[in-house]
């Protein structure tokens, strides 16, 4: 590596690391960003209407996109699913718009905890919609999940606010979103499911924020450049991670989310987290985490028949 141009060096250092090492790397700077994109969420929807905040959103993380996207060749984009790219952006949507107004206001931790109720949710979206069957381990699994959800919120102990009922929501549209991306991954490249969701999310977004329109300040417009940027490093991160090796190798990473988003709520909002919150998070991650192993192992005995 010593003779190589300095230019070539941290792509050959990074052609040298595992695919592991990749991936859990990758993964973590997805946690980065997406945790940097709900704070800066949080501090801009001061000034700007959440809804206001998703079409900025979407419209810069497809404009931070087109490089990428012209550089993998857009010959990648033909479909004949366009209707399901479009559900898929209405569903988007609607768990965006959800999650952001969310952020707007509820402790950063547990909006981030409630979040990782969403793949417990696809699983069993699974089974009612693409007829998938689960042994008595995954809905054991489920079980957990729902009960770590019942950890964080504590009904009974703690009134459930509005911010923890709509983070749920929108864990149930995002689920069905996954569920529609597994069906579009059966034809369709990453680089075209990226590109449509990119397009409806913002033709979907541009009513709502007109609904409640507000021209950013001129430091808005910085932060709203910023959220779009780190939540499309996020979104590519996250997908090359989960190229680059098996999603059971990095997906224990993604639990990083919530450590950031603690860290930045004290520091920025002076927002303490507490113990349920992590203790809650860890239940429904972890059956997160089994389920996604569970589904990988079946996938594998699949191949093979």
């Known amino acids: 590596m010593a003779d190589l141009p300095l230019s070539d060096r941290p792509a050959a250092g990074w052609s040298a690391l595992t695919p592991a090492m990749r991936g859990a790397l990758l993964m973590i700077a997805s946690t980065l960003g997406f945790a940097a994109m709900h704070a800066t969420v949080r501090h801009v929807s001061g000034e700007l209407p959440p809804f206001v905040i998703v079409f900025f959103r979407n419209l810069f993380g497809l404009l931070f996109l087109v490089p990428l996207l012209a550089r993998s060749g857009f010959g990648q984009l033909r479909t004949q699913r366009l209707g399901l790219h479009a559900l898929r952006g209405m569903i988007n949507i609607c768990a965006m718009l959800m999650f952001f107004t969310a952020v707007s206001f509820s402790p950063l931790a547990r909006v981030t905890a409630l979040s990782f109720t969403a793949p417990i949710f696809a699983a069993v979206l699974s089974v009612l ?177």
């Open 129 to 305: 919609i693409l007829r998938e069957r689960f042994r008595l381990h995954r809905w054991a699994a489920i079980a957990a999940g729902f009960t770590g959800t019942l950890i964080v919120l504590r009904p009974g102990f703690v009134e459930i606010d509005t911010g923890a009922m709509l983070v749920l929501l929108s864990a149930v549209f995002w689920a069905f979103a996954m569920i529609v991306i597994k069906v579009l991954s059966r034809t369709e490249t990453s680089v075209a499911i990226v590109f449509y969701m990119g397009c409806f999310l913002c033709a979907f977004s541009i009513g709502p924020a007109l609904w409640v329109w507000q021209w950013p300040s001129p430091a808005a417009w910085g932060w709203l450049l910023l959220i779009g940027l780190t939540g499309s490093m996020a979104q590519v991160c996250l997908s090359q991670s989960l190229k680059e090796a098996e999603p059971t190798a990095v997906l224990p990473f993604d639990f990083l989310k919530l450590v950031w988003a603690a860290l930045l709520a004290l520091w920025l909002f002076g927002e303490v987290p507490d113990a349920w919150t992590f203790l809650g998070a860890g239940v429904i991650f972890a059956a997160g985490l089994f389920i996604a192993g569970r589904e990988r192992n079946a996938a594998r005995v699949q191949a093979k028949l």
